[in-house]
């Protein structure tokens, strides 16, 4: 009877398998994905009963028949593209969706683990950065980085969307749009970025919502979302990465006047925060300059040569580069502008 039992089990698995085109690494990494998603997911709502996907936090059959059925169609999905690889006699249809489904899966895991008050390690961030990259769907990439934004939007007060004048939420949709490259889309109020964070696509794809607990602090780059109960609308804010367990630092727009600017909160009301998956135009990197020139000379060339630095035009070309100046030709006013930030001290070195 075992034997009998095990033969059929594996006559099944072999059907399945040939139907799928036979089990790749994507197709099998999907699958353990998809099993520790679904696991997980119980225990946060029945152990810990802080689910977001029922009212209640805690376990419902209706939502856990409702994950395996989305689960059940993610692999027909995935057969569909298997086959539409045979037709056309391709090998990367069903590897991409697989991918698209991957990361799906593993940034579900991620919120499970983060609502358990698992620390999330860095690498799996980038890894999911890394998986996104992969996906031609997932699109990602502003115009600046997030520092370069600050500068230029610290003061002002910007109406993005036209809408009900300068509020908080243009803010926010602007970081989206010029730093993570991402299309802002019409949420509603402040708090509904957090409250009603899984009913839009474009959030869950690109962010992972975490909760406020007594223990955490937000990094540089979070999208910080406070309460309704706070003024009946929410706040949303952009952390600087800067405080502790009682204040932290944000950068606010229509707080207490409508230009933006650097706000130290404390955590009443306080939701928590969206972080971009795509943490890449959040990182510092550390500047190195030139010393700061003191000396006598006009010439931007002998200049270099006195602090001790090449002068070659070659090398200039560089400099000018590594200080966004564009098609380098050596001009009068080209090095008067390199000479002016040298004399300040604040000439980047390539």
């Not at 009877?1 to 059929?8: C, E, G, R």
């Not at 997932?138 to 109406?159: C, L, S």
Request: glycine residues 10%; positive net charge; charged residues 20%.
């Amino acid at each position: 009877m075992k034997h009998i039992a095990l033969f059929s089990a594996g006559a099944v698995g072999s059907v399945i398998a040939s139907f799928f085109g036979g089990w790749s690494a994507a197709m099998t990494t999907l699958l353990i994905f998809m099993t520790i998603d679904y696991v997980s997911g119980l225990i946060v709502a029945g152990v810990f009963h802080n689910s977001t996907k029922t009212e209640t936090g805690a376990l419902e059959s209706r939502a856990g028949l409702k994950g395996l059925c989305r689960k059940g169609a993610m692999l027909l999905i995935v057969l569909i593209a298997c086959r539409l690889d045979i037709m056309l006699t391709t090998a990367y249809v069903k590897d991409m969706v697989c991918i698209a489904f991957i990361l799906n899966e593993l940034i579900s895991i991620v919120e499970n683990f983060g609502l358990m008050g698992v620390p999330i390690p860095q690498i799996i961030v980038k890894a999911i950065d890394l998986l996104k990259k992969k996906n031609p769907s997932e699109k990602g990439g502003g115009t600046m980085t997030f520092d370069e934004f600050i500068e230029k939007y610290i003061g002002k007060a910007v109406d993005y969307d036209g809408s009900c004048g300068v509020q908080c939420v243009d803010f926010a949709k602007m970081v989206m749009k010029y730093v993570l490259g991402i299309t802002p889309k019409a949420i509603g109020n402040a708090h509904a970025y957090f409250d009603d964070f899984y009913e839009h696509s474009f959030l869950k794809n690109n962010f992972l919502l975490i909760k406020n607990t007594p223990e955490f602090v937000p990094q540089k780059g979070d999208f910080c979302v406070w309460s309704k109960s706070m003024n009946g609308y929410g706040h949303i804010a952009i952390a600087s990465g800067e405080g502790d367990t009682k204040h932290f630092f944000t950068y606010d727009q229509n707080w207490g006047g409508k230009q933006a600017k650097k706000v130290e909160h404390n955590y009443k009301y306080f939701l928590g925060v969206l972080r971009p998956l795509d943490q890449t135009a959040f990182e510092t990197s550390k500047a190195i300059y030139f010393p700061k020139y003191t000396g006598d000379s006009i010439s931007f060339s002998d200049a270099l040569k006195e602090i001790g630095a090449k002068n070659r035009f070659d090398y200039r070309r560089k400099i000018a580069v590594a200080n966004n100046i564009k098609a380098y030709m050596g001009t009068a006013q080209q090095n008067i502008k390199l000479f002016s930030m040298l004399k300040q001290g604040k000439l980047l070195k390539p």
